[in-house]
């Protein structure tokens, strides 16, 4: 069974960097969709990055492009979440999360089942 542990996440003032980390377990195929997700209080959760494993293409939306770089190792089978530039907006907690996938990946929380504990992000004016 596929598990992810997320790590990295913390307190930064507005402009600076954090990079999170996704460790991977429990599977041994290449075709899983990995996302980075977030959910701030009171809101629902947001896409913010996308890697198809199988062949190391990345995906964004317009509001983090720029700024927000999505990694994988596969050696390590760790997935990572450059995040430069942060703004207090981007203050919540951030979720890997994984889909068995053919090349198809659909950016959207409710067809991801397997997630991580989330980590917290916060930052500070």
């Known amino acids: 069974q596929v598990q992810l542990m997320e790590s990295g996440g913390g307190s930064v003032q507005a402009g600076g960097s954090l990079r999170l980390s996704c460790a991977a377990s429990?599977?041994?195929?290449?075709?899983?969709?990995m996302g980075w997700f977030r959910q701030a209080p009171g809101r629902e959760r947001q896409w913010v990055a996308g890697?198809?494993?199988?062949?190391?293409?990345?995906y964004y939306p317009d509001s983090v492009k720029g700024r927000f770089t999505i990694s994988q190792d596969t050696a390590k089978k760790t997935l990572y979440l450059q995040m430069n530039s942060l703004k207090t907006e981007d203050t919540a907690i951030y979720y890997c999360?994984?889909?068995?996938?053919?090349?198809?990946?659909?950016?959207?929380?409710?067809?991801?089942?397997?997630w991580g504990q989330g980590t917290q992000v916060t930052v500070s004016s």
């Open positions: 890697i198809y494993a199988g062949t190391g293409s990345t």
């Open positions: 999360a994984a889909r068995p996938s053919d090349g198809y990946c659909p950016w959207i929380p409710a067809h991801f089942d397997i």
């Open positions: 429990g599977y041994t195929r290449s075709n899983y969709c």
